[in-house]
């Protein structure tokens, strides 16, 4: 009886192992975006600003994230887009923001991501930008980076 044990609790352990290390795998990724007019494609000329940080979690998918702008009366949406790399445009990936409410700085949201969203996110593949009525294709955006 005390092999029987012995050969039970070790295939216990065998088969535990790859989920054990699954577990040590998961991470949060800090991720953060410094927003300009002159990071837009083509630049714009504005003196907005802006910042976005937040974390992606490796287990849960979960990109949370916080975007802070000044100098844009009028914003009417923000997202994320991808993928991109700095000096290209893509479409949306994400939107910020309430559906159907006004863009309030600061925003704090987040979403649950595609498996190839977050190894576009991970490259460094998206930007963040802020569109207004003035500049309806983005006023000030920022590469998305770890």
Same mark, same amino acid.
């Given at each position: 009886?005390p092999?029987?044990?012995? $050969? ?11 989920? *054990?290390? !699954?577990?040590?795998q *998961? ?5 953060? *975006?410094?927003?300009?007019?002159? =990071? ?19 287990? =849960?998918? %979960? ?32 939107? $910020?923001?309430? %559906?159907?409410?006004?863009?309030? =700085? ?7 991501? !595609? ?16 569109? =207004? ?10 590469q998305?980076? %770890?």
């Open positions: 009886m092999r029987l044990l012995a $050969i039970t609790a070790a295939t216990a352990a065998l088969f535990a192992l790859p989920f *054990a290390a !699954t577990a040590v *998961a991470e949060t990724v800090p991720v953060k *975006a410094q927003l300009a007019g002159n =990071s837009e494609v083509p630049p714009v000329q504005t003196q907005a600003k802006g910042n976005l940080t937040g974390n992606y979690d490796t287990a =849960s998918k %979960k990109l949370t994230y916080k975007l802070d702008y000044s100098g844009i009366s009028d914003a009417t949406a923000a997202h994320f887009h991808g993928p991109a790399e700095p000096g290209a445009n893509a479409g949306v990936a994400v939107p $910020i923001g309430a %559906k159907g409410q006004p863009l309030k =700085s600061p925003d704090e949201g987040s979403a649950t991501l !595609t498996d190839q969203q977050a190894a576009d996110l991970l490259a460094g593949k998206w930007y963040v930008n802020v569109h =207004s009525k003035d500049h309806p294709n983005g006023e000030i955006r920022g998305v980076t %770890k």
